[in-house]
Each structure stands twice: as structure tokens, then as C-alpha cells.
């Protein structure tokens, strides 16, 4: 435990030293959070509500990219090769690696949460423990898979490719950037078999829906079990030297980590109970907000109304 936290403690610090580190655990959450809060919801708070889920998901995903790629910078300078010499084993390495990720990642979270509701106004956050569950357990588990990409990849240059790759599906087909009730029936079916479908929606349904922990068994389960693949596939994998190589088969039981959603995605697209929730918060929002222009327009006939003169009292 102790070898554990003070490498915890380590990892922060050269997280906190590390360029790459700011920009996608503070730069790139921050201006997704604008973007989506300022310029898609106009500023209206049931709007900026609706999309906090994504852009939490976004922040809560994007930590993969920087835990990957920071170990694999370690392994490439050396650094890696450092800790081998010390007491720590593998799986502190890894653990540590979760915990200072984790511990970067929500302090980014809080502010976003913060600006929501006092900036922009947001009428409700939501079921809290929900909320603070699907961070909790969406951020160790993409950090997971930054764990195995990491463990699969022998240069800096696979790592950003692989990367990339995995990170355009996840952000585009999961409801995080395109609404997934605009995506079409094929696509929305692809997004089924995908973990952050199951992260944004799992958001979306806290926040918006005030749903607890109770309701959303699905999205929390599925991600529990994918970060208990991920943490042991990447355990089997992991390598202090950067001379040493894994074999290409090796690369394939990185398949198995999908078994979850394989089966999860077989079961939605028979059942549909994502999409069927999907299009109930789409409509919750479309009453919200004609609601609120009725209220609005009211409000304005009440102040004209009281502009105007009493003709009944003249003499």
C-alpha cells in the first residue's frame, strides 16, 4: 500500500509537468464544455442540462488518450525502467496510473459542474450520486483502456494512431458530439456495441432525468465489468523496458475486453431500451422548452398589459 501511494503521488506530479497532460485534461474539457454550453444551448440551462452529460462524458473519456500516452513516453525515456528497480510491482504501477488519473480528472469535472449551475444557471444537476458514480467508475475505466493501449503499442507513434482511431468512433457514435437520436437506425445499432454510448447515456439519464444509481444498472455494470477486463489484460501485458516486445498475437486478447458490449449491444438492439430512453429525453427537453417560451411569452403579455393605461379611471 505504501509502495502504491507514494507512486500515486509521483505520477500526479509528472502528470501536472507534462504538456500533453494539460491540454487534454484541462484545455480540451473546458473548451468542450463552452462550446457545447455557449454556442449549442444558446446559454438556455435546460440546454446546457441536456448536454452536460456529454460533455462530462467527453472530459470522463478523453483520459485515455493522455494515460496512454504518458506511459508510453516513460517506457520510451526510460523512466519506467526506473520504477522497475524499486519495490513496486506491475500492478501498482497500473493502479497508480488509475488513481493519479482519477485524481486529475475530477477536479476539471467540479469546475465544469460548477459553471453549469452558477454561470449558465442549469435548473438542476440531477441525481448526485448517480452523477458522481458514472465519473467515478467511466474515468478508471477508459483509463483502463489507456492502460492497454498503452500495453499493446511499442512506439509513441502507434499510440497516437490507435488512439485516434478509437477516439473519433467513441466521441461521434456514442451521443457525445451528434445527438443519438440523429443518427441514423444502422449507425445508432453500430453505437450499441460501444462503452461510451453506455457513459453518455448513463449521463444523460442522471443529470437530466434525475435518475439513481438503481435505474441505471446497466451503464454502471457494463462499465465495471470493462475496467475488470482492461486492468487484467493490461496487468498480462505490461512491459518496464522499451526493448521488450509483445508478440502480435498477444494483441488479440485485447479483443476479449469487448466481450461485455458485444453482448450488451446484441441485447439492446433486440430489446431497445437505449434508444427508447434516448427519444423520452429528447421529448423531455422539446416540453421544456416549449414550456418555458409559454412562460416567457406570458410574462411579456403581463408586462404590456400592465403598461397600459386604465381607461376606468378616467373622468
Not at 10 to 22: C, E, I, P, Q, S
Not at 61 to 70: I, N, P, Q, R, Y
Not at 127 to 147: D, E, H, K, W, Y
Not at 304 to 315: C, G, L, N, R, Y
Amino acid at each position: 500500500m505504501t509502495n502504491l501511494l507514494s507512486l500515486t503521488r509521483m505520477r500526479v506530479r509528472l502528470a501536472l509537468r507534462n504538456k500533453m497532460f494539460f491540454f487534454f485534461s484541462i484545455v480540451m474539457p473546458l473548451g468542450f464544455f463552452f462550446l457545447y454550453s455557449a454556442i449549442f444551448a444558446k446559454g438556455i440551462p435546460t440546454e446546457v442540462q441536456f448536454l452536460l452529460g456529454p460533455v462530462l462524458a467527453l472530459n470522463v473519456m478523453g483520459s485515455f488518450w493522455g494515460l496512454s500516452a504518458t506511459l508510453v513516453t516513460f517506457r520510451e525515456q526510460g523512466i519506467l525502467r526506473r520504477f522497475h528497480v524499486t519495490p513496486a510491482t506491475a500492478t501498482d504501477m497500473l493502479v497508480s496510473s488509475i488513481l493519479a488519473n482519477y485524481a486529475l480528472t475530477l477536479p476539471t469535472v467540479f469546475v465544469e459542474v460548477l459553471l453549469a449551475k452558477f454561470l449558465f444557471h442549469v435548473p438542476s444537476l440531477g441525481n448526485l450520486a448517480s452523477l458522481i458514480l458514472l465519473v467515478s467508475i467511466g474515468t478508471i475505466s477508459f483509463g483502463s483502456l489507456g492502460l492497454v493501449i498503452a500495453s499493446v503499442t511499442n512506439t509513441m507513434q502507434e499510440t497516437q494512431v490507435l488512439n485516434q482511431l478509437l477516439w473519433l468512433p467513441l466521441i461521434f457514435l456514442s451521443g457525445a458530439t451528434i445527438p443519438f437520436t440523429y443518427l441514423s437506425k444502422t449507425v445508432q445499432h453500430i453505437a450499441l456495441f460501444l462503452p461510451a454510448t453506455y457513459l453518455v447515456h448513463g449521463l444523460k439519464l442522471a443529470i437530466f432525468n434525475n435518475q439513481g444509481p438503481n435505474q441505471l444498472l446497466l451503464s454502471l455494470g457494463s462499465l465495471t465489468t470493462w475496467f475488470l477486463l482492461t486492468l487484467f489484460l493490461s496487468s498480462q501485458l505490461f512491459r518496464w523496458e522499451p526493448e521488450a516486445k509483445i508478440p502480435r498475437k498477444a494483441k488479440l486478447y485485447v479483443a476479449a475486453t469487448a466481450i461485455p458490449f458485444l453482448l450488451l449491444g446484441v441485447w439492446e438492439i433486440r430489446y431497445g431500451r437505449v434508444i427508447a430512453e434516448e427519444k423520452v429525453a429528447v421529448q423531455r427537453l422539446d416540453n421544456a422548452e416549449k414550456s418555458e417560451r409559454r412562460q416567457k411569452q406570458k410574462e411579456k403579455q403581463d408586462n404590456t398589459d400592465s403598461d397600459q393605461p386604465d381607461d376606468s379611471k378616467d373622468p
